[in-house]
């Protein structure tokens, strides 16, 4: 498989995490002669969506009715929310500033990982250069690569925040929402991170009102100015604190299928449950409850219990 290839496939896999997410049942990926392929259905109607490779890189397309529900929604969030560009922004934030991004909420199973990084003009041109952007886009493998050279760049001018399954299923018990989470994250990070250094701009990716960071930092960080953006990873610090954030969650991956002796798969699919009904099955109750997010509606399954919650 080319490089063109591992990209193409890497971006359906994520696409298929989203839609997961929004609970639409998505198909594992086939491949065609020159693209990958999944179905997606809402339990109704059926679209398909391809991703191509070739010479002039990758291209996304959407098959299927058009006027179906379906369609347009998909349509919107893909193509409409440009969730996927690889574009970069012209214009940088004013110089030094942070980038803060999460990985991981979409996963049943996992931690949820944020990340902060803090880049000058310098740091920030040797990123691009080296092929920072959206972790989205980018394979496991090429992520640990891009994310031991980051931390050599920027020293010790990052931070990252672990939350592992266990203690995100005390927070929600506490909080009982995902946003009021996020906003502790993102926080946590930019407070961290400025006992390092001064900035005195801050930008994260959109997930909420700018409040709810706010609310969250410590008297230091409440002297900077945040923006969130939609899609922020355009940004050499947010996409550089992505795959921070996104390193952390594959090696959970990683160190959890080793001890468990079980290939722990991502997101939030019939695939993740019946992972997780072997582990409950071989290692109990306790054990699970140590590496999944329970309050995703996937635990009304896996338990058989009523009164999941949302993702």
Known sequence: MDIKEKSALNILERYKIILNEIELEVSAPSKNEFSYQVFISDGKDKISLLVFFGKKGNKIVLQGNKDLKLYKRINELIFGEKLFSSETSEHEPQYPYIGTDESGKGD?????????????????????????????????????????????IVQ???????????????????????????????ARVLENILNKCDADEAISDKFGNEKIILDALQEKGRTINLKQITKAEKYSAVAAASILARE????????????????????????????????????????????????????????????????
């Not at 990982?113 to 980018?138: C, H, M, N, R, Y």
């Not at 090696?251 to 798969?265: D, E, R």
Request: glycine share 8%; charged share 30%; no cysteine.
């Open 248 to 311: 952390s969650v594959i090696n959970w991956f990683s160190i959890a299928s080793k001890k468990l002796k079980i290939k722990i798969p991502k997101g939030s699919s019939s695939e993740v449950e019946r992972t997780a009904k072997i582990i409950l099955e071989k290692h109990g109750t306790e054990e699970l409850n140590k590496l999944v997010k329970l309050h995703f509606k996937s635990s009304k399954k896996v338990f058989n219990k009523k009164g999941s919650s949302d993702e």
């Open 156 to 186: 010790n001018k990052y931070d990252v925040v672990f939350i592992s399954p266990e203690k995100y299923n005390q927070m929600w018990s506490k909080m009982g929402n995902l946003n009021r989470i996020m906003g502790w994250g993102h």
């Open 108 to 152: 049943y199973f996992g931690p949820l990982v944020f990340a902060g990084v803090f880049i000058t003009p310098e740091s920030g041109q040797i990123l691009k250069s080296i092929g920072v952007k959206d972790s989205k886009e980018l394979g496991d493998n090429r992520i640990i690569e891009l994310a031991s050279e980051i931390k050599k």
